[in-house]
């Protein structure tokens, strides 16, 4: 009997799933000054020492475990003394990983690496020209129990600091050449943090734009076909020569990993090669990529539960601001499901129109939308024709407040019987845009007609216990977002510009000191 279970070892080996996770670990460094340190991490400064080093270390370990992929992805290593450092930290909590490769660009203030629990057969750097401290992407043979599997490990440009569109495209075009090299007949998976939205084609904002649209992830790499994004039909079909972004298995709701500036993106990616769908040797699990959401990464407020500076000390609380993700490969053949998605150019449509709609899935275009009203990630837009506004819940941070846009929506929703959106990508802009026409201006005509969504202008009036009451007759719940921007009981008031919202009845929102002010 034990010479048997020493045979079938290899066929349990063979059949085990494994999964493959990309994690931006958030500026992991040591405690040894070399030099190229991010200056809040300089031992010695902002309470940076060998005990937050040792925490740090503890808390990426502690994701990693509980993640518990066999192949990870790694951004922000500082360097190979890191990553050894973390290793061992590791196979002291139980989930060892043996094998670790990292590279080794100098006068790089972080690296990327990979952790592996299968065995490293070759690894190499394909170096990113544009400046002398790019970062390289990390290539990385690892012998799977069934075949050889190609990793390609990636930290793009990020937006901030100059971060120009065409500084990421230099990133996809130098991998592109090193895939144009390949057997596309072998598998191979690229992920990592490439500081791009799986949809950056419809939402590169005007501030990183310098190449007219054209995006690194998405006109660079072949995750689109022709105008539509790459679907798991297209990677079934025999020689193609395409990326598959998984980003798009999530509903629309749960498609980030991060928040950047308050909104919510998609900068970490999987993409898959064709070889992962044709069914043989390793393939990709259908559905099963994920985003690592495990309950210590939020703050009690739902926020990513970073790794914390405060008053410009080191606090010892938090992890990273980015999320793992996650995908399941195996040697079964891929398995096509009811949840593949096919992709169809965007339903042309009116305001009007998206109110009997029921679809959350379906991309609608309104055709010359006025920005009325913007506060943060949020917009009420107007059209003309339709009675009625929208409001865009957490998706408006690329449109502009007095701007005419030409917008794709998505993410249809109700609440509380109206209609919202959670996603507006602005496709061309009108060089002219009348908006005063959509306004509510006085208080002489306030109460005609007045909806949700509506926004008003120019009203007077007296607040008291949760009231607006205007001049001339009639009041309002008015609400504030803030209890700070609340006035005193009897101050009179007024509202220089803001929306119209919903709870329990009709209410003027208040989201900052711009809607309104005490007259004296």
């Not at 951004?75 to 930290?89: G, K």
């Not at 440009?157 to 050449?177: D, Q």
């Amino acid at each position: 009997m034990k010479y048997l279970w020493v045979w079938l070892l290899p066929l349990f080996l063979v059949a085990r799933p494994f999964r493959v996770a990309t994690y931006n670990v958030e500026n992991l460094f040591d405690a040894r000054f070399d030099g190229t340190e991010y200056e809040r991490y300089i031992p010695g400064k902002h309470g940076w020492n060998a005990r937050m080093y040792k925490l740090k270390l503890r808390r990426a370990a502690e994701v990693l475990c509980d993640a518990d992929a066999d192949i990870v992805a790694l951004q922000e290593i500082e360097n190979a003394r890191v990553l050894t450092d973390l290793q061992r930290v590791l196979e002291q909590t139980g989930c060892a990983y043996r094998y670790g490769v990292i590279t080794r660009k100098r006068n790089t203030p972080v690296q990327v690496a990979l952790l592996s629990r299968f065995p490293v057969l070759q690894s190499r750097e394909i170096r990113v020209s544009y400046a002398p401290k790019v970062r390289p992407i990390l290539e990385v043979l690892i012998d799977t129990p069934k075949e050889p599997l190609r990793i390609f490990v990636n930290h793009w440009k990020s937006k901030a600091r100059e971060g120009w569109e065409s500084k990421r495209i230099a990133y996809a075009k130098a991998l592109m050449k090193r895939l144009q090299t390949l057997d596309w007949r072998k598998p191979f998976v690229v992920l990592g943090d490439f500081n791009s939205d799986y949809n950056a084609y419809e939402t590169l904002e005007t501030r990183n734009d310098d190449t007219q649209g054209r995006t690194g992830i998405n006109s660079v790499l072949p995750t689109m076909r022709g105008a539509l994004p790459v679907s798991e039909a297209d990677m079934r079909q025999r020689g193609v020569r395409l990326l598959y972004d998984t980003w798009y298995e999530l509903p629309l709701s749960k498609r980030w990993s991060q928040k950047y500036y308050g909104k919510r993106g998609t900068p970490d990616h999987i993409l898959l090669s064709p070889a992962l769908f044709d069914g043989k040797g390793i393939d990709y699990v259908n559905q099963s990529f994920r985003v690592f959401k495990t309950e210590y990464l939020f703050t009690p407020k739902g926020y990513i539960n970073r790794w914390e500076i405060r008053g410009g000390k080191h606090t010892a609380r938090g992890y990273s601001d980015h999320l793992p993700l996650i995908v399941t490969l195996d040697t079964q053949p891929y398995r096509p499901s009811a949840h593949d998605r096919t992709f169809a150019p965007p339903q042309t449509a009116t305001i009007d129109t998206l109110y009997g709609k029921t679809d959350a899935n379906v991309r609608y275009k309104l055709h010359n939308a006025a920005v009325l009203y913007r506060h943060g990630p949020h917009a009420v837009i107007a059209q003309e024709g339709s009675a009625r506004n929208l409001f865009v819940y957490g998706g408006a941070s690329q449109l502009r407040q007095g701007f005419c846009y030409d917008v794709i929506v998505e993410g249809v929703k109700s609440y509380k019987g109206l209609r919202e959106v959670t996603a507006a990508y602005a496709v061309h802009t009108y060089e002219t845009c009348f908006i005063k026409r959509f306004i509510r201006r006085g208080n002489a005509a306030f109460y005609q007609g007045l909806r949700p969504n509506d926004v008003v202008a120019d009203l007077t009036g007296v607040y008291r216990h949760g009231f607006f009451y205007l001049d001339g007759g009639g009041k309002i719940r008015i609400y504030f977002k803030k209890r700070t921007l609340r006035p005193p009981d009897g101050s009179r008031i007024k509202i220089d510009y803001a929306r119209i919202g919903y709870y329990k009845g009709l209410e003027i929102v208040i989201e900052s000191k711009k809607n309104f002010h005490v007259v004296e």
